[in-house]
Nanobody, 129 residues
Framework: QVQLVESGGGLVQAGGSLRLSCAAS????????MGWFRQAPGKEREFVAA????????YYADSVKGRFTISRDYNKNTVFLQMNSLKPEDTAVYYC??????????????????????WGQGTQVTVSS
């Protein structure tokens, strides 16, 4: 049974940093990609960042470029999201997702929710002003 377990959320002041982790287990092979999405109250879930598992190429939403960094531990099927210079508008539940469907054909494909077949339960990030 596939499990994605997120950790690292919390409360931080604006300008601060947090590091999220997501460990994927239950499959014998590594995923094709892993990503982070977020959902703020009253809003739709949106893409944050993703990483191609084999090559390590990354893709970011414009709103987080230069502030967030996605990385991976290839052998442990674990993905990280380092979030710096946090803003109150970054407040949301952050979800980890894994793509075991097919290799992403383009970077933009990694930003689409339907590219992912497994999701974590989410971790709350709250940024106070």
């Amino acid at each position: 049974q596939v499990q994605l377990v997120e950790s690292g959320g919390g409360l931080v002041q604006a300008g601060g940093s947090l590091r999220l982790s997501c460990a994927a287990s239950g499959r014998a092979v590594s995923p094709y990609a892993m990503g982070w999405f977020r959902q703020a109250p009253g809003k739709e879930r949106e893409f944050v960042a993703a990483i191609n598992w084999s090559g390590g190429s990354t893709y970011y939403a414009d709103s987080v470029k230069g502030r967030f960094t996605i990385s991976r531990d290839y052998n442990k099927n674990t993905v990280f999201l380092q979030m710096n210079s946090l803003k109150p508008e970054d407040t949301a539940v952050y979800y980890c997702a894994a793509d075991w469907i097919s290799p992403p054909g383009t970077a933009q494909a990694m930003g689409v929710m339907t590219s992912y077949d497994y999701w974590g339960q989410g971790t709350q990030v709250t940024v106070s002003s």
